[in-house]
């Protein structure tokens, strides 16, 4: 391990200013980030504790809900206002580890995890990810459990947030802040594709942090749910999995949201799906005919090709259920 500066930040303008010089990683929860230090992925010359920083308030104001970025999973999937609004992200938060992670991972930590790539946490693996330009060994190697979507020739890593899939299927904006201003950005543009720089993840400009998320409060006839398929049945991550919310009027679907997890680079929204769904009568067939639209763009590989049947089976027995 080589030498590191640790500083403890007691305020968001304290840990902007210590996270505006390169090579610094914000920690709080950790869970994450310290088994990639260990392991010698991921070794930082500055890291900046921030688990002490107020901001782990969750309230209803504005007809949203608002969730402090330090605010921990266990403590938001127990929230009553979350599980009357936004079942599916309640749900989605209990799918994710195990309670003893998430009595201790934030809500912003979980957003900004790594993937679970296995040739990114190996050291001496070729990955884009961690050394740009080496090359991304699932391509032509094990790749059962990467993504077919948002993929290109550097990288075919999956994400492995299933909050932030259901967050996606919410429209939820997240607040970024710096020492100098903040910004609000929807979910659905704060992570990226890899395309040529697969090391780039998200648009968090250097010194700004993840502050809060905003959620808009469901209507009443509304309906969501978090659905995760994995390969065994505790703290695992997703093979394939969906977050629906569906709303309906007179028999016919007047609003949905569909995102899944396990198949793209990062979470993936299933926008033609939705424009299909829009308007149809409630039967399984609709859904069957619009979860033919849920493949569109794929990539998928010899051994990840699978997933494109088990995303529709899903989609459609997730809707059915709703």
């Not at 001496?124 to 948002?150: D, Q, W, Y």
């Not at 679907?253 to 769904?277: C, H, K, N, S, Y």
Request: charged content about 25%; some cysteine.
């Amino acid at each position: 391990m080589r030498p590191f500066e640790y500083h403890r930040a007691y305020s968001e303008a304290e840990a902007a200013q210590l996270a505006s010089s390169d090579d610094t990683a914000l920690v709080a929860g950790g869970t994450d980030f310290l088994p990639l230090w260990r392991a010698g992925v991921y070794q930082p010359r500055r890291v900046v504790d921030i688990s002490r920083i107020a901001g782990g308030e969750l309230k209803v104001e504005g007809g949203r809900l608002k969730i402090g970025a330090l605010c921990r999973m266990s403590e938001l999937a127990d929230s009553a206002p979350l599980r009357e609004h936004c079942p599916m992200i309640a749900e989605a938060l209990l799918e994710s580890a195990s309670p003893q992670v998430r009595n201790r991972a934030t809500v912003g930590g979980n957003l900004m995890q790594r993937t679970r790539c296995a040739y990114y946490r190996a050291v001496g693996a070729p990955c884009n990810k961690r050394e740009l330009k080496s090359g991304c060994g699932a391509i032509g190697g094990e790749h059962r459990l990467h993504a077919v979507f948002g993929v290109s020739a550097h990288c075919i890593a999956t994400h492995p947030s299933d909050l932030a899939v259901a967050l996606t299927a919410a429209d939820a904006q997240l607040t970024l802040r710096d020492s100098n201003r903040e910004r609000r950005v929807p979910i659905g543009e704060f992570y990226l594709c890899p395309q040529e720089h697969p090391h780039l993840e998200t648009v968090l400009r250097r010194g700004e942090m993840v502050a809060s998320v905003d959620i808009p409060v469901s209507t009443l006839n509304s309906r969501s749910h978090y659905v995760k398929i994995r390969d065994r049945a505790s703290f695992e991550f997703a093979v394939v999995s969906v977050a629906a919310a569906i709303e309906v009027s007179q028999g016919c679907v007047r609003d949905v949201r569909l995102a899944a997890g396990g198949v793209g680079t990062i979470p993936w929204r299933l926008r033609a799906m939705e424009q299909t769904l829009l308007g149809a009568e409630v039967s399984e067939s609709a859904f069957r005919a619009g979860a033919q639209r849920a493949v569109d763009g794929a990539v998928p590989l010899a051994d990840n090709r699978f997933k494109l049947d088990l995303l529709q089976r899903l989609l459609v027995r997730t809707l059915s259920e709703l």
